[in-house]
C-alpha cells in the first residue's frame, strides 16, 4: 500500500525566511504533485514533477524530486504573509506500480507565516 | 486550461435524506472521475473512481450502497450521499483527468443536522 509521508505538519515561521517541506512516499513513483489549499477552499495546482531530479520554480517556491529517494522537497524563499496556507504532497498511484488510479494525499503542512 | 464545475458548494440537509453533488468538466472529456472526502483538518482520502459507463471503483472501507457514483457521459459524473448522517459531514471535491492530468473541482461542504 502506497503511503505518503509530510513534515512538518504544522510550521510558523516570519517573513523573510526560508524553509523546506518534505515529502516521502513509499512505493517507486515518477510523478508527483504539489498542491495549495486555502481554508475552506479546494486545491490549486502548484507543480507537477514527472522525472527523477525534476526541478520547478514558480516565485518564491521551488519542488524537486528524488525517485530514487522517494523524496520529494518544497523548498520557500523570503516567505511572505500570503504563502500562509496548507500544502499537500500527493503521488499518482497510476505510476508507482499498484495498477491503481488517482491520488494519494500527504497529511498536509498547515504553514503561518507571520509578519 | 481544464475547468471541473462542481456544484453545489454548500449543502445542508436533514439526517436520513439524500444529497446529489454533481461534478462537470467544462472544456475537456474527462476519461476518469474521481471523489475524494477531506474532514476537517485532514488530508484528502480517494473514496472512489469512476470511468464513463462502467461501475465505480471503490476504495476499501468507504460503503457502495451509501456512496453512489453515476458517471453518465465524459462530462459529467454524479456523487448521491443516501440516508445522509451527521458523520457524513465533510467536504467532498472531484477531479477529473484528461489530457491537463489532474484537475480539482471547487468542492461541496455538506452538513447533515
Known amino acids: 500500500e502506497l503511503k505518503v509521508e509530510q513534515n512538518p505538519l504544522f510550521l510558523s515561521m516570519q517573513e523573510g525566511k526560508n524553509y523546506t517541506i518534505y515529502c516521502n512516499y513509499s512505493?517507486?513513483?515518477?510523478?508527483l504533485y504539489w498542491y495549495r489549499q486555502d481554508p475552506g477552499k479546494s486545491l490549486e495546482s502548484l507543480f507537477v514533477?514527472?522525472?527523477?531530479?525534476a526541478v520547478k520554480q514558480e516565485g518564491r517556491l521551488m519542488a524537486s524530486l528524488d525517485t530514487k529517494a522517494r523524496l520529494s522537497t518544497l523548498h520557500i524563499t523570503a516567505a511572505v504573509h500570503d504563502l500562509s496556507a496548507t500544502y499537500f504532497c500527493?503521488?499518482?498511484?497510476?505510476?508507482?506500480?499498484?495498477?491503481?488510479?488517482?491520488?494519494?494525499f500527504g497529511k498536509g503542512t498547515h504553514l503561518i507565516i507571520q509578519p | 486550461g481544464a475547468v471541473v464545475s462542481q456544484h453545489p458548494s454548500r449543502v445542508i440537509c436533514k439526517s436520513g435524506t439524500s444529497v446529489k453533488i454533481e461534478c462537470r468538466s467544462l472544456?475537456?472529456?474527462?476519461?476518469?472521475m474521481f471523489w475524494y472526502r477531506q474532514f476537517p483538518k485532514q488530508s484528502l482520502m480517494l473514496m472512489a473512481t469512476?470511468?464513463?459507463?462502467?461501475?465505480?471503483?471503490?476504495e476499501q472501507g468507504v460503503e457502495k450502497d451509501k456512496f453512489l457514483i453515476n458517471h453518465a457521459s465524459l462530462t459529467l459524473s454524479t456523487l448521491t450521499v443516501t440516508s445522509a448522517h451527521p458523520e457524513d459531514s465533510s467536504f467532498y471535491i472531484c477531479?477529473?483527468?484528461?489530457?491537463?492530468?489532474?484537475?480539482f473541482g471547487s468542492g461541496t461542504r455538506l452538513t447533515v443536522v
Open positions: 477531479s477529473a483527468t484528461g489530457i491537463y492530468g489532474y484537475t
Open positions: 512505493t517507486t513513483s515518477d510523478r
Open positions: 514533477l514527472l522525472s527523477n531530479g
Open positions: 500527493a503521488v499518482d498511484r497510476r505510476y508507482s506500480g499498484g495498477g491503481a488510479d488517482g491520488l494519494t
Open positions: 472544456d475537456f472529456q474527462a476519461t476518469t
Open positions: 469512476s470511468n464513463e459507463g462502467s461501475k465505480a471503483t471503490y
